[in-house]
DNA sequence: GCAAAAGTGTTTACCATACACCCATGG
DNA sequence: CCATGGGTGTATGGTAAACACTTTTGC
């Protein structure tokens, strides 16, 4: 739980510390079990729901604020982050009377109507995947919960959150067909069927087991090791792991996976 | 030529006219028999270019700042504009004392630490292309000439503006790949070698003539029409054009042209 | 021995690629 | 008739896609 006087430091002297007019929201993607997740947060005495978001210090590059967003949200700063649009619909970020309202009952003050959080905002969209239990979640100034969501029961979002969301997976899944992914994701080894099935989630469809393997495999982006990972009752699958040098390249480079 | 005051206006006063710390930067490609090249305008007294760029008005959307932008430089408004990324590095816009000196040349007056066009500002990057003998350059309120470049000889450019140009031509030539390009660039009505010079020229490589028609066809996206065009000394090729339903279709859901 | 999951190989069909000769036109 | 550019078809190879049976493991 985020201290009060933090919050009402925020919305107060936010606007010496921060960037008018941008800000950035994060689409963190979460995998876990052949589930696709999004964290959200809840705004504090409200019901709504947003995307992880931000403003921009000073003298802070934009990609050094997304991460420092992502790293307040859930403690995480190794993640691999990604811009992908930008959005700047000067109603997107329109706020309604009950959100003033919020904000004066959050500092027990009158909000003037030129208060920079009330700014029409343009937003910067980043979006990043990670494996979710890795994640401990933490509010931001204006929120009282941050949770998972699975990615098709997420409810109403401020703003044009819903748009920015789905705008980021398209993306997401744009991506995975020129660049791999898996890397800091999965275990440092890990199964075939494990890394299928990261895979089928992120896609949202199935993926032919044989196809898929011979793929990565011919592409030479995973190499079998000589060991199985014991799965109780079951096969003991082989381990695998990513040919860094060729992952790197193929990052770097883009390859094409059409699955 | 823009007249005097214009400019000093637009440095003056433009600070309640458009969002600060935002700007929109145009790469205006522009295709012409084989060529490709792009639009760029040269600051006055200065012998420093730049690509088309501008500011967001108040109440303005990104997109419709972005057109409006290109249509002062060009003339033109059937653009076909694309968002291609965001640049916020906090010193990409950094001035120099002679940049600071030259405002206040033009202004005949001195130009404080804290002015409008001096703070960071992050730039949206659009990119568009067009048949560039519709264009009829302009040059914007700080600039003296508005000129075509070719792509190979472009010179050193103000802040990041020669790593936003690369990146637009990737994103361009990416595009390529996952949509069609070509109706509002070429004539209603044009041949086989004319839409195969222009996708050779986008992506800087030679296209097998048969294989690239026959893809075309089997996709759907041209049609063939029963009129030749009569170009002189030589066999008359046919005329096709797009099928527009297919066209738009390929634009929205995205198609796989491997050339 | 049975249920659940993993491992593996072959065939097919399509498509990208490479390649060369004939035709039309105006001068 | 010649120079220039346009039009067209085929053969080949690679690979994506479809597909099913066997093996392992713990209970």
């Known amino acids: 739980m985020i201290p009060e006087n933090e919050t009402i430091d925020f919305i107060e002297k936010g606007h010496k510390e921060f960037l008018h007019h941008l800000s950035i929201d994060c689409v963190l993607f979460g995998y876990h079990e052949h589930q696709l997740k999004v964290l959200l947060l809840k705004w504090k005495e409200s019901d709504k729901w947003s995307l992880a978001g931000g403003f921009i210090k000073l003298e802070e590059n934009l990609s050094e604020a997304a991460t420092r967003i992502l790293k307040e949200r859930t403690g995480l700063d190794e993640i691999f982050l990604q811009q992908f649009q930008t959005f700047g619909e000067p109603k997107r970020s329109h706020r309604s009377k009950a959100d003033i309202d919020h904000l004066e009952t959050i500092t027990k003050g009158s909000v003037p109507a030129d208060h920079w959080l009330l700014k029409r905002t343009v937003s910067i969209g980043y979006y990043a995947v990670t494996e979710y239990s890795k994640v401990n ?83 030479g982006l995973i190499k079998k090791l000589n060991e199985r990972r014991s799965i109780g009752a079951h096969r003991s699958p082989f381990l695998y792991k990513f040919d860094k040098r060729k992952y790197d390249k193929a990052l770097k480079d883009g390859i094409i996976l059409a699955f």
């Open 137 to 219: 979640p933490h509010p931001d100034p204006l929120s009282d919960k941050c949770e998972w969501w699975e990615i098709d029961s997420v409810p109403k979002l401020i703003f044009d959150h819903n748009f920015i969301l789905a705008e980021a997976l398209k993306a997401l899944r744009m991506q995975i067909y020129h660049q791999p992914i898996g890397y800091n994701l999965l275990p440092e080894k890990f199964t075939l069927p494990e890394i299928h099935d990261l895979y089928e989630t992120i896609l949202g469809k199935e993926l032919d087991r044989r196809n898929f393997a011979k793929k990565l495999i011919s592409l």
